[in-house]
Nanobody, 123 residues
Framework: EVQLVESGGGLVQAGGSLRLSCAAS????????IGWFRQAPGKEREGVSC????????YYADSVKGRFTISSDNAKNTVYLQMNSLKPEDTAVYYC????????????????WGQGTQVTVSS
């Protein structure tokens, strides 16, 4: 059974940092791409960043470029999202998702989803 478990969310002041983790029980890990999405109250879910585990290609939404960094530790089957210079508008539930197709991640239709972790940025 595929499981994606997010951790690392919390409350932080504007300008602060958080690192989210996504532990993925997908095998072989190298065959999958992992993405981070977020959904704020009253807003649609949006893609934040994604990475292909094998090639290490990364993509970022314009709203987070230069502030967020996605990385993968293939030995631990874990993907991280380092979030710096956080803004109140980054407040949302953050979800990780996995699919063998990077394209599916990019267009927002990955096969597997985690339960989400809350990130709250106070002003």
């Amino acid at each position: 059974e595929v499981q994606l478990v997010e951790s690392g969310g919390g409350l932080v002041q504007a300008g602060g940092s958080l690192r989210l983790s996504c532990a993925a029980s997908v095998f072989p890990f190298d065959d999958y791409s992992i993405g981070w999405f977020r959904q704020a109250p009253g807003k649609e879910r949006e893609g934040v960043s994604c990475i292909s585990a094998r090639e290490g290609r990364t993509y970022y939404a314009d709203s987070v470029k230069g502030r967020f960094t996605i990385s993968s530790d293939n030995a631990k089957n874990t993907v991280y999202l380092q979030m710096n210079s956080l803004k109140p508008e980054d407040t949302a539930v953050y979800y990780c998702a996995a699919d063998k197709s990077l394209h599916s991640i990019v267009i927002g239709t990955p096969e597997y989803w985690g339960q989400g972790t809350q990130v709250t940025v106070s002003s």
